[in-house]
């Protein structure tokens, strides 16, 4: 599963919500979830019934959840975000790295030319 954030980094409830629903993309009992999920019993719940009333998870009579086809769509829509959102964070990486670089170029040449016009005048 992959994620926005880097590694050390809590999740956020949309990787919550992707990793309950791709978890019960078979049909699977509460407990699978919440420890497919890495949740608390109390966060499972929560969970669930924000994902039942949103109708992306769908419960049989013997306890059984399974992804509606909105969740399907959910997870193929979060996907792209992940992946939209790991370029954007890349370029920004990039543009960081080339302001650095631009910066440097242009105040340790004018350092450099100080120091070097403080030796001239030692010289002179």
């Not at 019993?41 to 669930?48: D, I």
């Not at 009579?61 to 193929?76: I, K």
């Amino acid at each position: 599963m992959n994620s926005v954030y880097s590694v050390g980094k809590n999740r956020c409830s949309l990787d919550i919500v992707q990793a309950v629903l791709f978890i019960a993309l078979v049909r699977c009992r509460k407990t699978k979830i919440m420890y497919g999920a890495n949740l608390s019993f109390h966060q499972v719940e929560k969970y669930l019934g924000f994902l039942l009333g949103s109708g992306l998870l769908e419960c049989d009579v013997g306890s059984g959840y399974l992804v509606t086809g909105l969740g399907r769509e959910f997870l193929s829509l979060y996907e792209e975000y992940l992946v939209r959102s790991n370029v954007l964070r890349q370029e920004v990486e990039r543009n960081t790295r080339d302001r650095l670089q631009l910066e440097s170029m242009c105040f340790n040449n004018r350092i450099a030319t100080i120091q070097t016009m403080d030796k001239k005048d030692d010289f002179e």
